[in-house]
Nanobody, 117 residues
Framework: QVQPVESGGGLVQPGGSLRLSCAAS????????VGWYRQFPGKQRELVAR???????NYADSAKGRFTISRDNARNTVYLQLDSLEPEDTATYYC???????????WGQGTQVTVSS
């Protein structure tokens, strides 16, 4: 079982930046695919960015050019750098870890990002 733990959310002004972290224990982390999702009130979670064990990544259109996903396998952590934040980015951000060979991922508890002046 993998238990992701997100951190790094908070309140930031428009145009500001935050770095979210998703940490998890376990030796399987380096071979897992990790995704960042976000959820707006009353909406389903949507993919923001995903990175595979080989470092191949993809982004939602809304994230391209502003958000950057990266991973540090030595620290069992995946990061999501959020730049040029807009009020429309206000949401709860979740990390999902899919170990190799599995089709179902494990969710963290989420971290709130609020963009407001």
């Amino acid at each position: 079982q993998v238990q992701p733990v997100e951190s790094g959310g908070g309140l930031v002004q428009p145009g500001g930046s935050l770095r979210l972290s998703c940490a998890a224990s376990g030796s399987d982390f380096s071979t897992a695919t990790v995704g960042w999702y976000r959820q707006f009130p009353g909406k389903q979670r949507e993919l923001v960015a995903r990175i595979t064990s080989r470092g191949i990544f993809n982004y939602a259109d809304s994230a391209k050019g502003r958000f950057t996903i990266s991973r540090d396998n030595a620290r069992n952590t995946v990061y999501l750098q959020l730049d040029s934040l807009e009020p429309e980015d206000t949401a709860t951000y979740y990390c999902n870890i899919i170990p190799r060979g599995m089709t179902r991922g494990f969710w963290g508890q989420g971290t709130q990002v609020t963009v407001s002046s």
